[in-house]
């Protein structure tokens, strides 16, 4: 048969095209263009479970209203993906087992989110030469640190990641210094920063950071004199658990 097909409605509400009466181990197909082109549908004997109605392609199915792109689905490249052209309206339903972010555009998961943790700064300064063994870094009332038991208190639970310091002097760029990390009191020599001779700042970051319990109070002392200096800043990079 050539030419269109085509069917009048006449008197009835609805004209049925297809096949009505498949059972057990019959199926139904609309080839289009080619077998690798059609839809299925195939009765499954039980117990198996009922396979779907089937789309066929070699090319994707590709939906459009009004001469404008809706969405693909498949594409003969190896990706094989959908391709959405419009808004997505989820109409408060979830979107369940994304991967986590890789590239820039990704979209974030649950999962990842909260994985990702607030991170803050704390930062002292000493306004003057630094001298060896002493607490004499400010938090920004310009009192010092005492003999350590004062500095600033750990709202949470969290762990220092990250160091850096950095100064200025009068003349020529001074020599070594190096600032250690003091928890309650107790002064930490495994956790500290040093400035490199004939730089300006040094920074580290800890291959294990140093975990802190909420109420710590942490505080620097100095581990190196240095006259030349005239200030200096130290800080800390944290990662709180809320």
Request: with cysteine; charged share 15%; hydrophobic share 35%.
């Amino acid at each position: 048969m050539s030419g269109d097909l085509r069917m009048s409605i006449g008197s009835d509400t609805v004209r049925l095209l297809g096949c009505d009466d498949l059972m057990a181990g019959r199926g139904f197909s609309l080839p289009l263009r080619n077998l690798q082109n059609q839809l299925q549908f195939a009765v499954i004997t039980p117990p198996q479970n009922q396979t779907p109605i089937t789309m066929q392609m070699t090319d994707g199915f590709l939906v459009q209203i009004n001469n404008e792109l809706v969405c693909q689905l498949g594409d003969p490249s190896p990706d094989n993906q959908v391709i959405l052209h419009q808004r997505i309206a989820m109409n408060n339903n979830l979107i369940k087992f994304l991967q986590d972010p890789a590239e820039p555009q990704d979209a974030a998961t649950k999962n990842y989110v909260d994985r990702r943790k607030p991170v803050i700064t704390v930062w002292a300064e000493e306004n003057g030469p630094l001298n060896n063994n002493k607490y004499e870094w400010s938090f920004g009332n310009g009192a010092s640190g005492g003999n350590g038991e004062r500095g600033y208190p750990m709202s949470a639970v969290g762990r220092i990641l990250h160091m850096g310091l950095a100064r200025s002097s009068s003349g020529s760029v001074p020599s070594d210094m190096v600032v250690n990390i003091v928890v309650n009191g107790t002064e930490n020599t495994a956790y500290g920063v040093t400035k490199p001779n004939s730089q300006f700042s040094g920074t580290i970051t800890f291959g294990t950071p140093l975990e802190l319990a909420q109420g710590d109070i942490i505080n620097f002392r100095s581990a190196m004199s240095n006259t030349a200096v005239m200030s200096a800043c130290v800080s800390l990079l944290i990662e709180l658990d809320l």
